[in-house]
C-alpha cells in the first residue's frame, strides 16, 4: 500500500528529519527530507509530486503555516495530504492549521514514530491517492 508513495518532510530538526524518514522509507515510501521550507519548496517546483507532506510549524526562517501558504499560491502539492507534525498543541494553532486545509495535526510528543508512520499511510489511504 506504501510502495511508492512519496512523501515530503520539512522539519529543521536534522536529528527528527533523519528518523522520520527512515522510519518512512523502511515502511516502503519514497522520502524527500528537507530541512527548510525554502529547500521544500525548491524540491516542489523542481517537479517533487508528493502524496503526503510532513512539515513542523516552528522553523527559525519560515513557518510550517506560510509553507502551507505558499503550496497553495503556488499551486504545490495540490493533491498531497497534509501533515503538521510539531510540539505545538494550542488550540488557536490547530485552529489555524485546520482554516489552511491542513488534513491532520500531530503532537510529535503524543505519538511514537512507528504511530506516524501508520497515520501517515492512513491519511493517503483516506485521499485514495
Do not use: H, W
Not at 527512515?22 to 516502503?28: E, F, V
Not at 501558504?69 to 495540490?78: K, L
Not at 503538521?84 to 489555524?96: M, R, V
Amino acid at each position: 500500500m506504501t510502495d511508492g508513495k512519496k512523501i515530503l518532510i520539512v522539519d529543521d530538526d536534522k536529528f527528527l528529519v533523519d528518523m522520520y524518514s527512515l522510519k518512512l522509507k523502511n515502511a516502503g515510501f519514497d522520502v524527500q527530507a528537507c530541512l527548510s521550507v525554502a529547500d521544500a519548496l525548491d524540491a516542489l517546483r523542481k517537479g517533487f509530486t508528493p502524496d503526503a507532506v510532513l512539515f513542523d510549524l516552528v522553523m527559525p526562517e519560515t513557518d510550517g503555516f506560510a509553507f502551507v501558504e505558499a503550496m497553495r499560491d503556488g499551486n504545490f502539492a495540490t493533491k498531497a495530504v497534509k501533515i503538521a507534525l510539531t510540539n505545538q498543541s494550542n488550540d488557536s494553532e490547530i485552529q489555524k492549521a485546520s482554516e489552511l486545509g491542513v488534513d491532520r495535526y500531530i503532537v510529535k510528543a503524543s505519538m511514537i514514530p512507528s504511530e506516524v508512520v501508520a497515520a501517515v499511510g492512513e491519511e493517503i489511504a483516506k485521499r485514495g491517492s
